[in-house]
């Protein structure tokens, strides 16, 4: 079995920071895609940020030059760098991960709230 732990949102003031992180955790033989998600009061779930296994990223257009995603494959993890954070930047942050190898094929973690105040 698999797991997916966010850590890192809180309650930060508009042009505030913050750093989420998520583990990966279980019977993992190989990560492909690791990725950052986002849903807002009333909206649909959407990308944010998605990583390679090769530390290609690629960004929504809305955040692009302030979060910056990364990944450290030898502890299953990938950080998500928030900056200049902005109200509409509220929601749930959600994690996903690829399991090539497995039978789920990909995970979902539970979700950290983040909340930018303005």
């Known amino acids: 079995q698999v797991q997916l732990a966010e850590s890192g949102g809180g309650l930060v003031q508009a042009g505030g920071s913050l750093r989420l992180s998520c583990v990966a955790s279980?019977?993992?033989?190989?990560?492909?895609?690791m990725g950052w998600y986002r849903q807002a009061p009333g909206k649909q779930r959407e990308l944010v940020a998605v990583?390679?296994?090769?530390?290609?990223?690629d960004y929504a257009d809305s955040v692009k030059g302030r979060f910056t995603i990364s990944r450290d494959n030898a502890k299953n993890t990938v950080y998500l760098q928030m900056n200049s954070l902005k109200p509409e930047d509220t929601g749930v942050y959600y994690c996903?991960?690829?399991?090539?190898?497995?039978?789920?094929?990909?995970?979902w973690g539970q979700g950290t709230q983040v909340t930018v105040s303005s």
């Open positions: 996903h991960a690829e399991f090539p190898l497995l039978p789920i094929r990909d995970s």
């Open positions: 990583i390679t296994r090769g530390g290609r990223p």
């Open positions: 279980g019977s993992i033989f190989r990560i492909n895609a």
